[in-house]
């Protein structure tokens, strides 16, 4: 079992910075790839990016690209998203999900975390 906790997220103006934190218990956390998904009112949990277990690999969601970075730390058992030029559109709550597989299907990912929530002010 492998418990995410994510932190971060505040209120923040267009074009400012956030890095969001998500801890994992569990030693088995390091042998899963990790994803951020996000989800706004109204819409369904959209995709932003993933990372593999040993970091190598990562993914993104057109969107973000260019302007979020995914890493991880293993020694911390930790993953990080750092978004800079935020825009009003990328308001939503960010979830961090764990899994075997590098993928961006939300049904793919068994742990989740409880979120945390971004707020961009136009």
């Known amino acids: 079992q492998v418990q995410l906790v994510e932190s971060g997220g505040r209120l923040v103006q267009t074009g400012g910075s956030l890095r969001l934190s998500c801890v994992a218990s569990?030693?088995?956390?390091?042998?899963?790839?990790t994803a951020w998904f996000r989800h706004a009112p109204g819409k369904e949990r959209e995709f932003v990016a993933a990372?593999?277990?040993?970091?190598?690999?990562?993914s993104y969601t057109d969107s973000v690209k260019g302007r979020f970075t995914i890493s991880r730390d293993s020694a911390k058992y930790t993953v990080y998203l750092q978004m800079n030029n935020l825009k009003h559109e990328d308001t939503a709550r960010y979830y961090c999900?764990?899994?075997?597989?590098?993928?961006?299907?939300?049904?793919?990912?068994?742990?989740w975390g409880q979120g945390t929530q971004v707020t961009v002010s136009s």
């Open positions: 990372i593999s277990l040993g970091g190598g690999h990562t």
């Open positions: 999900a764990a899994d075997v597989a590098l993928t961006d299907d939300v049904k793919a990912y068994r742990y």
């Open positions: 569990g030693r088995t956390f390091n042998t899963y790839a």
